[in-house]
């Protein structure tokens, strides 16, 4: 192993016999949920009991589970009118936080202008945990990071703020913000869909970064832009746009073999998009958007990405399957992303993964905190120098 830093030898030999620290958390356990059920050996998801396939065929709006998870039950036509009422408020974004998206370069990451946002948000919030009307705050944080997440991609194409109107459906609002007009019904529900299959995850890394802020009780724009942060990573969300940049450096079905020669097997590179902690067989939300990429990729551009994905998944599953890696989600998203118009630029595709979690996270955070959640403050164990005495500069 190549240390960084030195290490007592007597320290780290007694760190390597008597104690067994857990890289990657695998397999702890931070919290009971009631939210999310996965079992990884036969690829089931559920939200709140209800099977992700189900709650697809099922024409479920985004904004229904949105509610489910910021409230705990599926709500009355009512309880939704009242809800989206409230996300709507958060539409109107107040002028300092469109300044915090558009002050920033062109090119940035559209993930970190979300994060930026999120600050700006963070700066001036009062909120104080436990707050009365949790499900009101979170509903306006929803609206608002709609808002968000249009106005940074259409920053980061040049084009003028333009904020979601009330009135339409929440994947409707989004889309004919983020494009100028709706896409039309079949984009809109593939936005939708997309939206539910990315709500929740249990506690992958973003969720749990955000719990750690959280338990502190930093205010829930705090913790979402340590969620954020997380997600942004090549490992986690950013493999939307990896997986996506992977079929355009292929750019050709009849190269994937010899990509995959030169590239997997060889063992110096990675599959984005293949792979997962928890799951061990084919991740039952890629499943789903495969059959939507399928249906939607009918134009030239997308046809030829999505015969390079399916061509990689036969010989990516050739390769790996002996491991137990399976395509994830974020495999087939990009390319039904791309379908229904959304434009591939730096941290786009992952800023509309992080805009679909958003009622995870919320959920997860409350959740935690109100099941008496602790400051969460591990350990790690000391296997550096013994004690010795500082010299000065001069004597260095
Ligand atoms: N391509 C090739 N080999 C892989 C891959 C992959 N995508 N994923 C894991 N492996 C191998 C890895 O090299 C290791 O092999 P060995 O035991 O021979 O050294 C073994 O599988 C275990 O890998 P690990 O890194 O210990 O597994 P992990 O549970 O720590 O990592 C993961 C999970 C998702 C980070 C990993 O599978 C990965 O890097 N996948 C590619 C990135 C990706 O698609 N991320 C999205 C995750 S799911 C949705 C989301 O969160 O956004």
Request: charged share 20%; proline share 5%.
């Amino acid at each position: 192993m190549d240390k960084l830093y030195k290490t007592n030898e007597e320290s780290w030999n007694s760190f390597q016999k008597d104690f067994r620290v857990s890289w990657g958390l695998e397999d702890v356990y931070i919290k009971p949920t009631s939210l999310t059920y996965i079992d990884g050996e036969k690829g089931e998801l559920r939200y709140l009991g209800y099977g992700i396939q189900d709650i697809i065929s099922a024409n479920a709006l985004a904004e229904e589970m949105q509610y489910a998870f910021i409230n705990g039950e599926l709500p009355s036509r009512e309880e939704l009118r009242h809800f989206v009422d409230v996300i709507e408020e958060g539409y109107d974004l107040p002028e300092h936080v469109i300044a915090a998206i558009t002050s920033l370069p062109s090119s940035s990451d559209v993930v970190a202008m979300q994060a930026s946002a999120m600050a700006s948000l963070a700066a001036v919030s009062d909120f104080s945990w436990p707050q009365e009307n949790k499900g009101d705050f979170f509903a306006k944080m929803l609206g608002q990071m709609s808002a968000i997440t249009a106005v940074s991609i259409r920053h980061s194409v040049r084009q003028k703020p333009r904020l979601p109107s009330p009135g339409k459906a929440y994947a409707e609002s989004f889309l004919e913000a983020l494009l100028g007009k709706s896409p039309g019904d079949e984009k809109v529900r593939a936005m939708n869909n997309s939206l539910i299959l990315y709500m929740d995850h249990e506690v992958p890394a973003s969720t749990t970064a955000g719990i750690v802020t959280a338990s502190t009780l930093a205010d829930p724009y705090s913790a979402v832009l340590s969620a954020l942060a997380a997600l942004r990573g090549p490992l986690h969300g950013g493999a939307t746009e990896v997986a996506m940049s992977q079929f355009l450096e292929i750019s050709d079905p009849r190269s994937v073999d010899a990509w995959i020669q030169d590239n997997i097997i060889t063992g110096k590179r990675r599959l984005m998009g293949f792979g997962h902690r928890v799951y061990k067989t084919y991740d039952p939300r890629a499943l789903i958007f495969k059959s939507m990429a399928v249906k939607l990729a009918s134009d030239k551009s997308n046809a030829k990405l999505l015969s390079i994905a399916l061509r990689l998944e036969e010989a990516g599953s050739q390769a790996l399957q002996k491991k137990g890696i399976y395509p994830n989600a974020d495999f087939y998203s990009p390319i039904v992303f791309s379908c229904i118009g959304i434009p591939f630029v730096k941290g786009s595709y992952t800023a509309v993964f992080a805009l679909s979690r958003l009622p995870g996270w919320l959920a997860h955070f409350n959740e935690y905190l109100s099941l008496g959640g602790r400051i969460i403050r591990p350990r790690a164990i000391y296997v550096g120098h013994n004690e010795r005495r500082f010299k000065p500069i001069s004597e260095r």
